[in-house]
């Protein structure tokens, strides 16, 4: 098992100096980073400035707020252990995924190996490769858990690609992908993962992980805008990619517009489209400045402290824990059993400025760094 980085503890000072910059923390409790995070300051500061200068400047303000669009792709790259030639910008996870199903070249006979329990992102692109004749496995979860010797055995000399969540979605199962690429590559097969669930909230090197292709939008753990996402795509396999988005902002010459036919660009971002999302990746970019200023390794602790802080309350009360807790099987994302309506726990929740979730009729909480043991307190006390 891949070893991370240790970090320092974040106390409580630096939590509270924190906490300032999510004007969330002045209404509600929010434990809620699972769906969708609410914009911190540097994020709504940013975005407030740049429709600023746009409605007073226009184009004008381009050479100011053109260059973030890369400037973000070296941080996002830094923060997953890639390199920015292979990092591009898409509008979210399926946008990435669907990349990867609809740009590979497939054969009739071969198989994608996946999971049942995966969140539709990462079920309904493989589910379309039907028609080339291409089979989809869906591995069966025990006990809430993806069993390694379960994808194992799923995968054979057939089996193209195993696509799979950082974290799952439903039940916060951490899936280990350093040992998954692993098998990936003695397998000799490709490697797709979905990141939202795990992206800024957990560390990860895509590099030692041997993953070929990840997506992931910023709007949940990576605490950015909604329309936002990430596609990594590994150097060596770019070239397996027909960019099916084809514009030009693709080909190397960008400004020679009445040369067609040029050569697709050598990165990654010429999966982009032709009109980026600037507005939002110049909210991700700050960010994304703040992310790596507080560290993932110190962020992951604290999301980890979290969990089982409440972990331990639920179970203390007599509720049941959905979520796996074992070694390197925790997340930033708890589910349980409510003991009456998981509905009517949402509400009297929310009336209280409690933000959780329902999803699959379990009650789920996810709290980001900022959160504190207080708010999670403040939840077990409607139990």
Request: aromatic share 8%; charged share 25%; glycine share 10%.
């Amino acid at each position: 098992m891949h070893t991370p980085r240790k970090a320092d503890y974040m106390d409580n000072a630096t939590v509270e100096s924190y906490r300032r910059l999510f004007p969330v923390t002045e209404r509600l409790a929010y434990l809620n980073h699972a769906a969708c995070t609410p914009l911190p300051r540097p994020g709504t500061d940013a975005l407030a400035q740049y429709w600023a200068e746009q409605g007073t400047e226009g184009t004008l303000s381009e050479p100011r707020y053109f260059p973030v669009v890369d400037q973000a792709r070296e941080k996002m790259a830094h923060l997953i252990g890639a390199e920015a030639c292979e990092v591009g910008w898409v509008q979210n996870t399926s946008s990435a995924l669907n990349m990867v199903a609809e740009g590979l070249e497939w054969r009739e006979g071969e198989n994608v190996v996946t999971v049942r329990g995966e969140f539709p992102a990462n079920i309904y692109p493989w589910l379309g490769l039907a028609r080339l004749g291409v089979e989809t496995r869906l591995v069966e979860q025990r006990n809430h858990r993806v069993l390694f010797d379960d994808i194992a055995a799923a995968m054979d000399r057939n089996t193209r690609m195993l696509s799979i969540s950082f974290v799952e979605f439903s039940s916060g199962f951490r899936n280990d992908l350093y040992a998954l690429g692993q098998l990936c590559e003695e397998r000799g097969a490709l490697f797709t993962v979905d990141g939202i669930q795990g992206l800024g909230a957990l560390q990860l090197d895509v590099h030692k992980a041997g993953i070929h292709f990840l997506g992931a939008g910023a709007h949940k753990w990576l605490m950015g805008p909604q329309g936002v996402g990430l596609f990594y795509v590994r150097r060596d396999v770019l070239g397996l990619l027909r960019p099916i988005s084809a514009n030009w902002l693709s080909v190397v010459s960008r400004d020679e517009y009445m040369t067609y036919g040029q050569a697709w660009r050598e990165d990654n971002s010429r999966v982009e489209g032709s009109t980026y999302n600037v507005s939002g990746l110049v909210a991700f970019d700050a960010v994304l400045g703040m992310l790596l200023e507080v560290g993932l390794a110190r962020i992951e602790e604290r999301v980890l402290h979290l969990t089982m802080h409440l972990i331990e309350g639920l179970r203390s009360r007599g509720y049941t824990v959905v979520s796996p807790d074992g070694p390197g099987e925790r997340s930033g994302v708890v589910c349980f059993r409510a003991k009456g309506d998981p509905a009517e726990l949402l509400h009297r929740a929310q009336e209280r400025g409690i933000v959780v979730a329902v999803r699959v009729g379990l009650v789920r909480v996810s709290p980001h760094f900022y959160n504190t043991e207080e708010e999670i307190d403040r939840f077990l006390s409607l139990l």
